[in-house]
């Protein structure tokens, strides 16, 4: 069998959704012309990239996604395109090496993370497919309902979502509006909005606040201390990724579990994540970390340190919840509240392969 085309397109992932458009704390928000949307600096890094690979046979194909838009794309029309036409997509593990040491003297990480990914996924959907079997059952996995966690970016969503989704999930997490530049009169705002939240969902399902890599460790702790009465499960990327220090520091000196790793690229990354005890909850996002065999191989890293595998946004991405249906231990999956549709437990697909059909993202 051989890669007979390798189509790819970008697509806007969130234009007009509080992803983009409602005020979340970032890095940026220390500059009042960058505070009140994250769309107003992201550029083409949020956009989606789509991967198609395709074979002789027309049964016989595979689907990736990655982020980064334009950027990714060109690395992988540009590069990847010609290192996959004409061989095996069946040997899977030496495609994917080949892209990632093709890469590495210009683009380790970032975007070369994301390219990579996107084929990566794209060559598991061909293998699947090429076995007749869902992409779970490829991995080892079922369609049977996963533990989950919700992410909602404002409290009145909530009052549309079913109360028995909320009462099964392991934590409601809340996205903070507001950083250090925003001082005590932030602080006070992102307390206001935990109690809103608080008054819509029970005591007995914890709350957690996002913090999009935006805070530093006295402001986290200061919030921490403040936020102590408001039942919380874990604060996710206070800091900024390379921070081990900080990550280490607040973990060891707060009761509150520290979520992370969403921005992290590659192995090497994630493993001194780990190996610093920066994190009880590890989130590589599988779409850009690397692809299903990074991220599988962070999963294993995790679950030896006893530390929660939640993959960012995995709800949203077929192939992190095929394998997480596939992973035991400590897992969770992301379903993120207010894109759109009424939220459900998360279940990988069925198949044929990830359960994606190239006419539906527009690759056909």
């Known amino acids: 069998m051989q890669i007979r085309n390798v189509t790819v397109i970008v697509t806007p992932f969130s234009t007009g959704t509080w992803l983009d458009e409602s005020r979340v704390s970032t890095p940026l928000s220390r500059y009042p012309e960058f505070a009140e949307r994250r769309s107003s600096w992201r550029g083409p890094g949020s956009d989606l990239v789509w991967v198609l690979i ?4 027309p049964d016989v194909f595979g689907v990736g996604q990655s982020r980064g838009g334009v950027v990714t794309a060109a690395l992988i029309e540009g590069h990847f395109r010609g290192m996959l036409l004409g061989r095996d997509p069946l040997d899977l593990e030496t495609r994917v090496d080949q892209l990632r040491l093709a890469a590495l003297p210009y683009a380790a990480g970032g975007v070369a993370s994301m390219a990579l990914s996107a084929c990566e996924l794209a060559l598991w959907d061909v ?5 007749a079997v869902s992409l779970a059952q490829l991995l080892g996995g079922s369609d049977s309902a996963l533990p989950y966690y919700l992410t909602c970016p404002e409290p009145r969503l909530l009052d549309e979502v079913d109360a028995e989704l909320i009462a099964a ?5 809340v996205p903070m509006a507001y950083g250090p530049a925003d001082g005590a009169a932030g602080l006070r705002a ?3 909005r935990l109690d809103e939240t608080r008054t ?3 005591e007995s399902v914890p709350l957690s606040v996002d913090c999009f890599m935006s805070w530093n460790v006295d402001y986290a702790t200061a919030f921490l201390r403040d936020a102590s009465d408001h039942g919380l499960g874990w604060i996710e990327e206070p800091l900024l990724p390379d921070d081990l220090a900080g990550y280490a520091e607040l973990r060891r000196s707060q009761p509150v579990a520290v979520a992370g790793g969403e921005h992290l690229f590659g192995l ?3 493993g001194r994540f780990l190996q610093a005890e920066c994190a009880d909850v590890m989130q590589v996002d599988v779409t850009w970390c690397g692809g299903i065999g990074t991220a599988r191989a962070v999963a294993e890293l995790a679950g030896a340190r006893g530390v929660t595998f939640a993959p960012h946004g995995a709800a949203m991405h077929p192939w992190a919840v095929a394998l997480l249906s596939a992973l035991e231990g400590d897992i969770l999956t992301e379903v993120l509240i207010g894109l759109g549709g009424a939220p ?5 697909s069925s198949g044929p392969g990830v359960g994606i059909e190239p006419g539906s993202v527009g690759l056909r």
């Open 54 to 57: 395709e074979t002789a046979d």
């Open 127 to 131: 293998a699947a497919r090429a076995s």
């Open 169 to 173: 999930s392991a934590t409601v997490k």
């Open 190 to 192: 992102n307390l206001a």
């Open 200 to 202: 819509r969902v029970t």
């Open 268 to 270: 090497a990354e994630a």
């Open 344 to 348: 459900e437990p998360p279940r990988a």
